[in-house]
């Protein structure tokens, strides 16, 4: 078995590509079950992200497994995805993983989020029956690791991601009076929650939340604390209030536009339109009204960030240790590998062995201790003649012997029609 991964990111494809790839809910579930339909294909976990898209599978056919999961973006998704896709195997999609868990793939250098994207990730996997032995074990390893790596490094001890990274940029704009701008934030999932969040560390005071599902002032109490509490506006008036607002920040998992040209109510003042979603949340023909700027998630990766200097230092240590790591996880992976065709050598001696003991103790009639011998000394012998297979297939670690090795033994050993 080997792990595959194929995908795109924010280093190599643009959003308007990474849009058209995305998977949200609904399509998670689909591909799974889509890619999963293939006998190449043994397991499956969908990582989508606003920054990435990635599908990862366990297969004993990598380079089949490579093939469909291009096939399924370029004929699922869009054809423009050709371009962008990049696929890794064995130890190399182990190394990706790990890379992207801990943050040192991310736009934002050690970034909070994509931890509890990827956790999200593997339960939404476990839940559609595409994550097996190999895919949990593999995304469960990176995960902890990537929390032991926080721990130690502290290389996100202030907090980070885009969420953050947007609230800051507002303070920035506004440095005299960013604390009495009015702040629109449109979404109450964890994207909007955390743009909620620091806008009560940062001292914001008059901010607004609208959601298409109705959510009550006291449910945001927790997460925010600053002036009068948030306001919240039913999702059907936005535009009502939009033409007040100094910001509006937009971060649902919608599938389509939630602010459209169209609607969007005539200004006196300039608004910064700050999109957070992918697919993307705002009209893009939008940017074109002078009182507008608008600005998306690729916007930030040119966004000052005070930090990234000592957080780049700190992630050259962290690649020094995701190598030891992934060695680990590939030792496991390898015994993994032959684990299933030693279960079947021992099960087929254990029911041979069964088998052997039922017709001596019909012929003989065992009971008491002499039954009780007879199971131990027929068990041990039957055991003793796999072992030397047992022992060739743990010592092997050619992928092409063991898949061989597997074969003939299940032909040898296939009861006859």
């Known amino acids: 078995m080997e ?93 990706h993983l790990f890379r992207v868990v801990t943050g040192l793939d991310s736009m934002i250098l050690g970034e909070d989020q994509i931890l509890g994207q990827v956790k999200d990730a593997l339960e939404k996997a476990q839940r559609y029956r595409g994550a097996g032995k190999f895919l949990t074990k593999a995304f469960r390893e990176a995960i902890t690791f990537s929390k032991k790596i926080k721990t130690v490094y502290k290389i996100s001890e202030t907090p980070l991601s885009l969420s953050s990274t947007a609230v800051k940029h507002i303070k920035r704009l506004f440095p005299k009076d960013y604390a009495d701008k009015k702040v629109m934030i449109i979404g109450s999932g964890k994207m909007g929650k955390l743009a909620l969040q620091y806008m009560d560390a940062e001292g914001f005071r008059r901010v607004y939340m609208t959601n298409r599902t109705y959510h009550p002032a006291p449910e945001y109490e927790k997460v925010y604390r600053g002036g009068g509490g948030v306001t919240v506006v039913p999702y059907p008036e936005r535009y009502d209030v939009m033409g007040e607002m100094d910001v509006v920040i937009s971060a649902t998992a919608s599938p389509h536009r939630v602010i459209k040209q169209e609607d969007f109510p005539a200004r006196t003042k300039p608004v910064v339109l700050i999109d957070l979603a992918l697919p993307r949340d705002i009209d893009r023909a939008l940017a074109d009204d002078e009182q ?44 993994a590998k032959v684990d299933s065709t030693i279960g079947m050598l021992n099960q087929k001696a254990q029911g041979l062995a069964d088998e052997t003991i039922a017709i001596l103790n019909k012929r003989y009639g065992f009971t008491g201790k002499d039954q009780i011998f007879l199971e131990k000394i027929v068990h041990s012998e039957f055991r003793k003649m796999v072992m030397p297979a047992v022992h060739t297939l743990k010592m092997t670690d050619d992928d092409a012997k063991i898949a061989q090795y597997r074969e003939a033994l299940t032909a040898l050993l296939e009861d006859p029609a």
């Open 292 to 335: 507008v700027t608008l600005m998306t998630i690729d916007d930030f990766n040119h966004i000052i960030d005070e930090t990234k200097v000592y957080r780049e230092h700190v992630a050259q240590r962290i690649s020094a240790q995701v190598g030891d790591a992934v060695d680990a996880l590939m030792r496991w992976i390898d015994k």
């Open 3 to 95: 792990i595959v991964v194929v995908g795109m990111d924010h280093r190599w494809a643009p959003l308007e590509i990474r849009e058209k790839v995305a998977f949200i809910s609904r399509t998670i579930k689909e591909g799974i079950a889509a890619l999963t339909a293939y006998s190449e294909v043994a397991e499956t976990v969908i990582l989508s992200t606003c920054n990435r898209s990635e599908i990862y599978v366990a297969s004993e056919f990598a380079e089949k497994a490579v093939a469909i999961l291009k096939d399924f973006y370029i004929s699922m998704k869009t054809p423009e995805a050709e371009t962008y896709l990049f696929a890794y195997r064995g130890i190399e999609a182990v190394r």
